[in-house]
């Protein structure tokens, strides 16, 4: 990889020679730079791979990739202390939501939400254009969440729903000891007049599959961190499920938590991959366990 005659400003095109991750690469092309600066690129939406925008660090490179960093003016990008942009494109958003914020606004609740904020965001390149949601988080959930840019985009990504999302991922802090290490959650579940999804029968019922795996247990505060996988994505399908196995989410009250141990509810969508709708490429997304999660083990 070439180093030398970097440029103060403009863009830089840099030609990918062997298999990487982008903040390893950047760090070794600007290795005259402090890595505070470097790191800056990212978060201030300066780097694209292959065109696409991006502010993952682990984002995979390989032969032939194009990455290209723009060391003029910081891109605009969003500045809200619940919402991050991990990557935009033409077609698709992918963001990162902190517990607290809705994705979309409800009957009850019109205040500001991921979509709000995010239509305030591409309307700043053409008033016209729109954003449109894919899939939610409920508010007290974190973690990854795709919008689509049009609602072209939108019915092909949803028409193949199942196809197109190839992995999703969430952690959980869940109240007591799982003693079974690995499994697969299988029920219906339909919903209350109060709006509290339940665990039914088939026939008044729809199918939903969660697969849950162990990964640690805190014996000084009893709980068990899980990481599961909708083998199906209904409605509040994982609170509703721990609740059903007699482990509810820490923090849930809804689904019958009585433990407040950090303040929130413990579930984060953590890993996010999908087939993209228009080049065919795969694109994986991840966050780490919250620091709030991990602090309980």
């Given at each position: 990889?070439?180093?030398?005659?970097?440029?103060?400003?403009?863009?830089?095109?840099?030609?990918?020679?062997?298999?990487s991750?982008?903040?390893?690469?950047?760090?070794?092309?600007?290795?005259?730079?402090?890595?505070?600066t470097?790191?800056?690129?990212?978060?201030?939406?300066?780097?694209?791979?292959?065109?696409?925008?991006?502010?993952?660090?682990?984002?995979?490179?390989?032969?032939?990739?194009?990455?290209e960093?723009?060391?003029?003016?910081?891109?605009?990008?969003?500045?809200?202390?619940?919402?991050?942009?991990?990557?935009e494109?033409?077609?698709?958003?992918?963001?990162?939501?902190?517990?607290?914020?809705?994705?979309?606004?409800?009957?009850?609740?019109?205040?500001?939400t991921?979509?709000?904020?995010?239509?305030?965001?591409?309307?700043?390149?053409?008033?016209?254009?729109k954003?449109?949601?894919?899939h939610r988080?409920?508010?007290?959930?974190?973690?990854?969440?795709?919008?689509?840019?049009?609602?072209?985009?939108?019915?092909?990504?949803?028409?193949?729903?199942?196809?197109?999302?190839?992995?999703?991922?969430?952690?959980?802090?869940?109240?007591?000891?799982?003693e079974?290490?690995?499994?697969?959650?299988?029920?219906?579940?339909?919903?209350?007049?109060?709006?509290?999804?339940?665990?039914?029968?088939?026939?008044e019922?729809?199918?939903?599959?969660?697969?849950?795996?162990?990964?640690?247990?805190?014996?000084?505060?009893?709980?068990?961190?899980l990481?599961?996988?909708?083998?199906?994505?209904?409605?509040?399908?994982?609170?509703a499920?721990?609740?059903?196995?007699?482990?509810?989410?820490?923090?849930?009250?809804?689904?019958?938590?009585?433990?407040a141990?950090?303040?929130?509810?413990?579930?984060?969508?953590?890993?996010?991959?999908f087939i993209?709708?228009?080049?065919?490429?795969?694109?994986?997304?991840?966050?780490?366990?919250?620091?709030?999660?991990?602090?309980?083990?």
């Amino acid at each position: 990889m070439k180093t030398k005659s970097q440029p103060a400003s403009g863009r830089i095109q840099i030609a990918v020679e062997e298999g990487s991750t982008l903040l390893p690469f950047l760090f070794a092309y600007f290795s005259g730079r402090s890595r505070t600066t470097v790191k800056s690129y990212l978060a201030h939406r300066q780097v694209a791979v292959n065109g696409c925008i991006t502010t993952q660090f682990d984002t995979p490179l390989v032969p032939g990739d194009r990455v290209e960093v723009d060391l003029g003016r910081v891109r605009e990008g969003i500045s809200h202390p619940k919402l991050r942009i991990v990557y935009e494109d033409d077609d698709l958003i992918v963001v990162e939501k902190r517990n607290g914020l809705l994705s979309v606004a409800t009957d009850k609740q019109i205040m500001q939400t991921a979509y709000s904020i995010l239509s305030e965001h591409v309307k700043q390149d053409d008033p016209r254009n729109k954003i449109f949601v894919l899939h939610r988080l409920d508010r007290e959930t974190s973690g990854l969440m795709m919008f689509a840019k049009s609602e072209e985009v939108k019915t092909r990504v949803q028409s193949s729903w199942t196809e197109t999302v190839v992995e999703r991922k969430y952690y959980a802090v869940v109240e007591g000891r799982v003693e079974q290490a690995e499994g697969v959650i299988s029920t219906y579940l339909t919903e209350s007049k109060a709006m509290k999804v339940y665990v039914t029968n088939r026939e008044e019922g729809k199918k939903a599959d969660t697969a849950f795996r162990v990964l640690k247990y805190s014996a000084r505060n009893d709980v068990t961190l899980l990481e599961l996988e909708l083998e199906t994505g209904r409605k509040n399908q994982i609170r509703a499920h721990m609740e059903y196995i007699g482990h509810p989410i820490v923090g849930d009250k809804k689904y019958g938590s009585r433990r407040a141990l950090i303040g929130r509810v413990a579930l984060h969508a953590g890993v996010l991959s999908f087939i993209h709708p228009t080049t065919g490429k795969r694109h994986d997304f991840s966050t780490p366990v919250p620091r709030k999660f991990s602090e309980l083990f």
